[in-house]
């Protein structure tokens, strides 16, 4: 089937998460007026129709190949990536003074969506020269900044990020990989990391690794961390970078899925130290990381949302051609969009898909805020609500990836479990969003450890006062359940932070994704409510996916918080059952 982005979703709840006078005169999106906005998010629908939607499936079935040292990408990604460059798509959120556009984060999630749905292995690479522009411009020294951000941003050179080791992967605190001083502001680079994606390849001239390392003498812990810049090609007497540095790729990963991204195992000072300089201060890397990191689980948020909307236009244009059956009160074959259950397998997909998306928008266009608004309080909060919504963004949505592409292939039925129709590759590339950048449970933890704290609680009591807000409009009732499930469980957590830690974790997980429906149903909610007063010709899709979720989904939400409140000694208790 061919991949067609989802623009008039995209382009409404876009509209609705930052308001509309965002993009008047003077507002905070003022750049995206004019038909900007829209002009931006079609093109870059054509683009990925066109150019990289085509390549998905021969990624997937060709994939990346190592070959002496070397890395092959699939068949048409160089000529791809030479259009994605040309076309100006790296630059598109980088500053200006960087050689960047500028333009909102929002906007850049928004076509985010749009590239992973088309192909998501493609569209990886750029995902970390993305974060990698981000932790360089705010951490590295200007030489560094002169040298490489300039070129990163144009796509010139991609970048990637190198944290993974095998006996140290979540605990970056076992961390073995080494710098070593060399006295002349450059270090020696020793070690090994796994992990690394597309950490080689054969779009462009030279790869920026960003390695979590080691200084002699460091303190034990993540406090000994430190973080470098470490070229593939360094300058030659000439200024060129011809001059092969001491890291290598050793090998590639065979996984379930995103074949054609090149997942790498990288080694670093075999030959007698990889070259690398640092960014940022010394024994400071992984604040300088978790700069990278923060873009990037965003990213991987949006990759999920990319996912199940590819998934479910896919399950849905299957559903309507395929009969079989007799849907009840249907005296002919019926087309299997006509039977209840698989009405409410494709209603699901759709809804969560939606409320996903709206809370990836909502954490873009609160790091929007926190850049541009004038006020520093404003800023201030709007920074604190990103930090709030990060995690719920990267899990809920990577969570609902999976559980919408499995929710596809049951639609196809046999078919689905078959290689050919497509379904299943939705479910194995999708499968990797939950574990990568921070697997979901420690999003989870981190949520309720450090987020939900925030200003004692204050971010988090503002955001539960918004959706008490939203859900007194609604009509429907398990709205406004779902929000006080979260108020309750939410401030149990915080107390039991403070008294008992443990029971809190063991609630963390299905805390995220109790949050996650409360603050999803009050968008869909809004969405419905906006539509309608605005007598849009969708709104009766809104309405109708408003209800399902709210009747349907969001229903869980006391449940969950029961889960989280009571059944921790559950869970304390349970290693018996384990032995």
């Known amino acids: 089937m061919t991949y067609r982005a989802p623009i008039d979703d995209i382009l409404f709840q876009l509209r609705l998460a930052a308001g509309e006078e965002a993009f008047a005169d003077g507002g905070l999106l003022a750049d995206l007026g004019e038909g900007v906005l829209e002009h931006t998010v079609t093109e870059a629908a054509k683009f990925a129709e066109t150019t990289l939607a085509p390549l998905n499936q021969i990624g997937d079935r060709v994939g990346a190949r190592f070959e002496d040292g070397d890395v092959v990408?699939?068949?048409?990604?160089?000529?791809?990536?030479a259009l994605w460059r040309s076309g100006g798509w790296n630059a598109l959120a980088a500053d200006p003074d960087d050689g960047g556009m500028g333009l909102p984060a929002l906007l850049n999630a928004a076509c985010t969506e749009i590239w992973n749905g088309a192909n998501m292995a493609f569209a990886l690479c750029p995902l970390l020269s993305h974060g990698a522009i981000d932790a360089i411009g705010a951490h590295a020294n200007a030489t560094l900044k002169e040298v490489y951000l300039r070129r990163i941003v144009s796509g010139e050179w991609t970048a990637t990020m190198n944290l993974t080791e095998p006996q140290a992967g979540t605990d970056l605190a076992l961390l073995r990989t080494r710098a070593e001083p060399t006295g002349d502001s450059a270090y020696r680079i020793f070690g090994q990391k796994i992990f690394i994606t597309y950490g080689e390849h054969d779009l462009v001239s030279n790869i920026v690794h960003l390695v979590l390392a080691r200084l002699p003498n460091a303190p034990a812990g993540t406090r000994g961390i430190s973080l470098f810049l470490v070229p593939k090609f360094l300058p030659d007497a000439n200024g060129a970078f011809t001059r092969r540095n001491d890291v290598k790729c050793a090998?590639?990963?065979?996984?379930?899925?995103i074949h054609g991204s090149p997942t790498c195992i990288m080694s670093f000072g075999e030959a007698g130290g990889a070259t690398g300089f640092l960014v940022g201060e010394e024994n400071r890397g992984l604040a300088c990381m978790f700069t990278m990191m923060n873009n990037a689980r965003l990213a991987v948020g949006v990759q999920g949302v990319a996912q199940a909307a590819h998934a479910t236009q896919h399950a849905l244009a299957y559903a309507r051609e395929r009969k079989q059956g007799r849907a009840p009160g249907v005296e002919k074959i019926s087309s299997i969009i006509e039977h209840p259950d698989v009405?409410?397998?494709?209603?699901?997909?759709?809804?969560?898909?939606?409320a996903a998306r709206a809370i990836c928008f909502e954490t873009a266009v609160s790091l929007d805020r926190a850049k541009r608004e004038n006020a520093p309080d404003a800023a201030r909060m709007a920074e604190a609500r990103a930090s709030l919504l990060t995690p719920v963004a990267k899990a809920f949505s990577s969570d609902i990836a999976n559980e919408v592409a499995s929710l596809g292939v049951q639609v196809f039925g046999g078919m689905g479990y078959v290689e050919e129709t497509g379904a299943a590759?939705?479910?194995?590339?999708?499968?990797?969003?939950?574990?990568?950048?921070?697997?979901?449970?420690?999003?989870?933890?981190?949520l309720v450890t450090r987020k939900l704290p925030l200003f004692d609680g204050a971010v988090f009591h503002q955001e539960i006062a918004d959706m008490r807000a939203l859900a007194q409009a609604s009509a429907c009732a398990p709205v406004g359940a779902a929000v006080e499930a979260?108020?309750?469980?939410?401030?149990?957590?915080?107390?039991?932070?403070?008294?008992?830690?443990?029971?809190?974790?063991?609630?963390a997980t299905p805390y995220?994704?109790?949050?996650?429906?409360?603050?999803?149903?009050?968008?869909?909610?809004?969405?419905?409510?906006?539509?309608?007063?605005?007598?849009?010709?969708?709104?009766?899709?809104?309405?109708?996916?408003?209800?399902?979720?709210?009747?349907?989904?969001?229903?869980?939400?006391?449940?969950?918080?029961?889960?989280?409140?009571?059944?921790g000694d559950a869970v304390m208790q349970g290693r018996a059952a384990l032995e």
């Open 343 to 354: 009405m409410r397998m494709l209603l699901a997909m759709t809804s969560l898909t939606a």
């Open 251 to 257: 090998g590639l990963e065979h996984k379930l899925g």
């Open 512 to 567: 995220l994704r109790l949050f996650a429906l409360a603050r999803g149903a009050t968008l869909l909610d809004k969405a419905a409510r906006v539509a309608s007063a605005a007598s849009a010709a969708h709104a009766a899709r809104w309405t109708a996916l408003a209800r399902f979720f709210a009747e349907n989904i969001a229903v869980d939400a006391p449940g969950l918080a029961q889960q989280i409140m009571t059944g």
């Open 425 to 446: 590759q939705f479910m194995r590339d999708a499968r990797i969003c939950a574990i990568y950048e921070g697997t979901n449970g420690v999003q989870a933890m981190d």
């Open 486 to 507: 979260c108020a309750a469980a939410g401030d149990f957590l915080l107390h039991a932070m403070q008294n008992d830690p443990v029971r809190a974790l063991a609630g």
């Open 73 to 81: 990408t699939a068949p048409g990604w160089r000529e791809a990536y």
